[in-house]
């Protein structure tokens, strides 16, 4: 186009804004609405992702939780119902006999030990396991503090790993680490507490209210042999149903049960519930992206509107310009402007609107906030962004369209009998 003709559409343009102010801003605050809606929605959306991915990875990543059971089926002459329990020496077993596996740990678990420090004492859950564990359960200690290491299982030291909330029970604001601690009478001295993590799988209660001492320990003192359950990493996550069903004919060849008989040994594949979960996510997040595009498309149709009243309010004056030789591009170049500006508008003081919106609800703090501790603060991604741009372009663009091309399309000899 020629910079002559958008001179004239420009001009055209400016002529006819200034006779429709009210209504262009009335216009202008109903996309700003639909915009505020949109963003805070997906960026909603957007924290409820990340959140939940957080707190999912909060209890490990591409792990496999293996748990004892009971035979289903008769296999090579025994019969079914037959209680299968892995015990510590098969820790060793599984390493020696399933090489692809990343990491591969053993649990020894007791429920109610009484932990007592002075005259302060609390029912604790007590696990036996290996320094493996802190990376593969995400148990990471906060400064001052260790995790179990390997000299600690070697030599069976009394010591012990306090979660968070478990170490503020029985210590309160005292500092427990170096401190002494009885464990179902027997000393204990207190190595590391947890950091504070976002946990949403559990098996057997939450990390943060556990303790955790050496295997070799554990199994001193409270005479313990049968594991509770097996925990299993595979170099890839991908291969987590092939290390499953390695781990499990292993087993299997051991106890004499059928390697297809799943109750045998129950299973919790988290690799597996996270690709569930992250296909729930995408949905809730496509669903409050649709919810934002309505009310977006709300204004839309308000732009649309206008801009017909527009028309309809000009027809004899575009019948005349048309008349004396106006081009089809004059006409439904400053409409199309008209309705883009709008939606622009709009668009960018939402935008304005919906950051302001998300800043101040980010300076919120989540300690003690159930509610964003669940779900998270609303994040503006720039994946929110592109999205938000591209819904709000296409709804200008064909607001402004079709009543353009109707304008277009205006008969100048019609015009002389409208009224």
Same mark, same amino acid.
């Given at each position: 186009m020629e910079f002559r003709n958008l001179n004239v559409i420009w001009r055209l343009f400016l002529s006819s804004a200034r006779l429709q102010r009210k209504r262009a801003a009335l216009t202008i605050a109903a996309i700003a609405w639909g915009t505020v809606a949109l963003l805070l929605l997906l960026s909603f959306g957007e924290g409820l992702k990340r959140q939940l991915s957080k707190s999912s990875a =909060?209890?490990?990543?591409?792990?496999?939780?293996?748990?004892?059971?009971?035979?289903?089926?008769?296999?090579?002459?025994?019969?079914?119902?037959?209680?299968? *329990?892995?015990?510590?020496?098969?820790? /060793?077993?599984?390493?020696? !006999?399933?090489?692809?596996?990343?990491?591969?740990?053993?649990?020894? !678990?007791?429920? =109610?030990a009484s932990a007592t420090y002075g005259r302060k004492t609390v029912n604790a859950r007590v696990t036996g396991t290996e320094p493996i564990y802190g990376d593969m359960r995400n148990h990471i200690a906060r400064p001052g503090g260790r995790f179990l290491n390997d000299t600690d299982v070697q030599e069976r030291r009394r010591v012990i790993f306090l979660g968070d909330e478990l170490a503020t029970s029985i210590f309160g604001q005292e500092t427990p680490e170096g401190r002494t601690l009885l464990v179902a009478g027997a000393p204990y001295t207190v190595i590391g507490v947890m950091q504070k993590?976002?946990?949403m799988g559990t098996y057997g209660g939450p990390d943060a209210e556990g303790a955790i001492v050496p295997i070799t320990t554990f199994k001193a003192q409270f =005479? !313990?042999?049968?594991?509770?359950?097996?925990?299993? *990493?595979?170099?890839?996550?991908?291969?987590?149903?092939?290390?499953?069903?390695?781990? *499990?004919e292993v087993l299997a060849a051991k106890y004499q049960f059928d390697p297809a008989d799943e109750p045998a040994l129950g299973v919790w594949d988290t690799v597996e519930s996270s690709t569930i979960m992250a296909n729930v996510l995408i949905g809730i997040q496509m669903f409050l992206g649709i919810i934002g595009a309505l009310?977006?498309?709300?204004?839309?149709?308000?732009? /649309?509107?206008?801009?017909? /009243?527009?028309?309809?309010?000009?027809?004899?004056?575009?019948?005349?310009?048309?008349?004396?030789?106006?081009?089809?591009?004059?006409?439904?170049?400053?409409?199309?402007?008209e309705g883009l500006l709008y939606t622009v508008t709009g668009g960018l003081l939402g935008l304005t609107i919906a950051?302001?919106?998300?800043?101040?609800?980010?300076?919120?703090?989540?300690?003690?906030?159930? /509610?964003?501790?669940?779900?998270?603060?609303?994040?503006l991604s720039p994946a929110v962004g592109v999205a938000s741009a591209a819904v709000l372009g296409i709804i200008g663009l064909l607001a402004a369209y079709f009543p353009a091309r109707r304008a277009a399309a205006v008969d100048p000899a019609e015009t002389l009998r409208y009224e």
């Open positions: =909060g209890m490990g990543s591409g792990i496999a939780v293996i748990f004892p059971g009971e035979t289903t089926k008769t296999w090579q002459g025994m019969a079914p119902g037959r209680s299968i *329990r892995p015990i510590v020496d098969d820790i /060793a077993l599984v390493r020696e !006999r399933v090489p692809d596996l990343d990491g591969v740990l053993g649990e020894l !678990r007791r429920w =109610g993590k976002l946990q =005479g !313990r042999d049968q594991l509770t359950n097996l925990v299993i *990493r595979p170099h890839d996550p991908a291969r987590m149903k092939a290390a499953i069903k390695a781990v *499990r009310t977006l498309l709300i204004g839309g149709v308000g732009v /649309a509107n206008i801009m017909y /009243a527009t028309v309809k309010e000009r027809t004899r004056e575009i019948g005349v310009k048309m008349a004396l030789g106006a081009r089809p591009s004059w006409v439904t170049g400053p409409l199309v402007l950051v302001l919106l998300i800043v101040l609800l980010g300076l919120l703090p989540v300690e003690g906030n159930q /509610a964003l501790e669940f779900l998270g603060k609303p994040t």
